[in-house]
């Protein structure tokens, strides 16, 4: 039976001459101890450092009695627990806690578990919270559904924001805020969530009894609504427009040679092309840098190099170290392509993403596909996902028809009839 006793604890004297009285919860032989608000003099300690009896009715037995509450009503289960363990069962009810003090230890979890491009929505949610609270501290207790909705509001709003930038954090910046709305909206709504979700699976502990934040504000917050996204394909004239071009610079010729090495090769992401891929027997192989940490498969594909598409993935294998990471080989490609698109009147916003939907359009609409199998030739589907599959040796003649067909579509008009 645990058991609780005021005490004090002599190597830990103030300089005034006092001491802060601590209960020593006793528990299967071991003993922690929690500290109290009270400060004891030496005239309140026995001669055996023990405190007088009148001091603990007078300050302590209201305390005493809540703990040792508090441990009747845990029952049985007391004896499950250890000394530690009880003790943060007893000292865990009513205490609020900092939710922005748990933003940046969230933050650095979140850095090395999630892909970079979805650790930046985070960082931006975070952001948004800390604009929204100016500096003041929000505890467990203030988010509620009306402070989330007004929250939402706010980001939607354009409004001021600082940062302080350098290796010091010294250097002050301030601008207006950009409008936040539809799928980005979704997304600080959702990043929002989890984070507050990540903040209950630290502070709450079902199997121990430990629930500092019990309530789940969200559920009466209306989720923001997803919209279309633009279509991001061109038609097969202006591929071949592309095609056709003769690039008059470096960066044209980037934006060319990579946006048909990504249509060609059935959508690749430029990320996969600068960070996975290895060659092997006439085939790229990589692992789908978005998907290798969810899918049993790890992402994996095998993409066949057809010879339209051979003299431009040589010539980028050649180079492909000339850029330090994915993100700048994308907006290298992105600048040629938006140099191309001007000089030949297509979408002038036109990315690296064009060419991927593209691929699956034309597939789909043009040549048409079934639709599961233009989603195993985009990379999109895990082979994984039921007992049978497990049994079943990947077949890449699947994607090499799609491949095929599309890149057959491209180049019809080179056909002489």
């Not at 924001?161 to 600080?188: A, Q």
């Amino acid at each position: 039976m645990a058991t609780i006793t005021p005490i004090i604890q002599q190597n830990n004297s103030r300089k005034d001459g006092r001491w802060l009285v601590v209960f020593r919860l006793t528990h299967k032989r071991k003993s922690v101890y929690i500290k109290t608000s009270h400060l004891i003099t030496e005239s309140q300690l026995n001669k055996d450092r023990t405190i007088k009896q009148k001091f603990v009715i007078t300050y302590l037995s209201e305390d005493i009695n809540d703990l040792q509450r508090k441990i009747s009503r845990l029952g049985l289960r007391a004896e499950t627990y250890t000394a530690s363990q009880l003790k943060d069962i007893l000292t865990a009810d009513g205490k609020e806690i900092d939710f922005m003090l748990f933003l940046d230890e969230c933050f650095a979890e979140l850095q090395k578990t999630k892909r970079p491009n979805t650790v930046s929505t985070y960082r931006s949610t975070i952001n948004h919270i800390k604009d929204y609270q100016g500096g003041r501290p929000l505890m467990s207790n203030e988010i509620t559904s009306k402070y989330i909705k007004a929250f939402m509001e706010y980001v939607k709003t354009p409004h001021k924001i600082v940062r302080f930038t350098g290796p010091e954090k010294t250097n002050r910046t301030e601008k207006t805020s950009n409008v936040v709305s539809g799928n980005s909206l979704y997304t600080v709504y959702f990043r929002f969530k989890k984070i507050f979700d990540m903040f209950k699976e630290k502070y709450n502990d079902d199997d121990l009894g430990i629930i500092r934040v019990p309530h789940n504000p969200f559920a009466k917050v209306p989720v923001p609504k997803m919209e279309a996204t633009a279509k991001r394909s061109l038609k097969i004239e202006d591929i071949r427009k592309i095609r056709d071009y003769q690039p008059v610079n470096r960066s044209e010729m980037i934006g060319k040679n990579m946006f048909m090495i990504i249509f060609m090769m059935c959508g690749i992401n430029a990320v996969d092309l600068k960070n996975n891929l290895y060659q092997s027997e006439g085939r790229l192989n990589y692992n789908r840098s978005k998907v290798e940490g969810r899918r049993k498969d790890r992402g994996f594909i095998s993409v066949a190099i057809p010879k339209e598409a051979k003299p431009y993935v040589d010539w980028y294998l050649s180079i492909k170290d000339n850029w330090s990471n994915s993100k700048n080989l994308i907006l290298a490609i992105n600048k040629g392509l938006k140099s191309i698109a001007k000089n030949i009147g297509i979408d002038e916003g036109i990315s690296t993403y064009y060419a991927r939907h593209s691929f699956a359009t034309i597939a789909r609409n043009d040549c048409k596909k079934h639709k599961e199998d233009v989603s195993i030739a985009l990379n999109h589907t895990d082979r994984d996902t039921s007992t049978t599959d497990i049994y079943i040796a990947p077949d890449w003649s699947i994607i090499d028809e799609v491949q095929n067909a599309v890149i057959s579509k491209l180049n019809e008009d080179l056909k002489i009839s």
